[in-house]
């Protein structure tokens, strides 16, 4: 355990020192400031027929669940795989006294990270904006558990990426060939009632089934059923070509 927790530390430490990641939450924040700005116009230019909302952490979920922390997973998973891939600089991570295993799944632990990171920083972002608009902590306890819940989902897009990088190896292909799957996958689970079933992207605000109480038990078992055995398949597929990759 102690192996993979250095390498972890060493794999988290890579993607602090990429300055991408902060410009990322910066835009997320500008997108929450700039939510708020216009609610807040509306509200003074419609003499107050338009409220602010109270739960402006709850409302930025969707956004920060899923589009903000997926580009930054999905850009960390290409730094840390088809970039290094590319440079030959995974030669040195092999050079560690850790398995192919435990090094995937240390990288796969650092992107989570990274993307959990970018939640809980939209999430106290946009707890700030609502205590000063005057709404106080309003729904903090539910939108701080609807955040931790849906971090789950993000696993299955961490090895969806990884499967993606290691496949095409070019960092650039790489990185808009996940954001198109990744893209593709929500589209059709938005438009397509079947494959909104089937695919585990549409578990992404996993907070709403979990705390909303809107499915059944059976259907709430069978959606989580495929979220968790999506993610399985992913890291074992991704762990295979990982191992045999010539490296």
């Known amino acids: 355990m102690s ?7 060493k794999e988290c430490f890579k993607l602090l020192h990429r300055k991408k990641y902060i410009v990322l939450v910066i835009l997320g924040i500008l997108v929450s400031i700039v939510r708020y700005g216009g609610t807040a116009l509306l509200a003074r230019l419609s003499e107050d027929t338009i409220k602010l909302t ?8 969707p956004f ?3 589009i903000l922390a997926p580009t930054v997973i999905l850009f960390a998973v290409c730094d840390l795989f088809a970039t290094e891939l590319s440079n030959d600089t995974m030669k040195v991570s092999l050079l560690q006294p850790v398995s192919r295993f435990k090094l995937l799944t240390a990288k796969a632990a650092a992107a989570l990270t990274a993307g959990a ?10 707890l700030i904006i609502q205590i000063v608009a005057g709404n106080g902590f309003s729904g903090m306890g539910a939108a701080f558990a609807a955040y931790l819940i849906d971090i789950v989902p993000l696993v299955g897009i961490v090895f969806l990426g990884i499967t ?7 960092p650039a292909g790489a990185a808009i060939c996940s954001i198109a799957v990744y893209a593709a996958m ?17 578990a992404a605000k996993l907070h709403q089934m979990l705390l909303g109480h809107t499915l059944p038990f059976g259907a709430l078992m069978c959606r989580l059923g495929i979220l968790f055995g999506s993610i399985l398949i992913l890291y074992s597929v991704s762990y ?3 191992d045999k990759k010539n490296i």
């Open 3 to 9: 192996r993979f927790t250095f390498a972890y530390k």
């Open 64 to 66: 920060a669940v899923e």
């Open 164 to 170: 993606v990088n290691l496949l095409i190896g070019a």
């Open 54 to 61: 109270s739960r402006l952490s709850l409302e930025m979920l």
């Open 186 to 202: 929500k589209y059709l689970g938005l438009y397509t009632s079947a494959a909104n079933t089937l695919l585990f992207t549409a």
């Open 117 to 126: 990171a970018s939640l809980i920083v939209m999430f106290v972002v946009n």
């Open 240 to 242: 295979i070509i990982f």
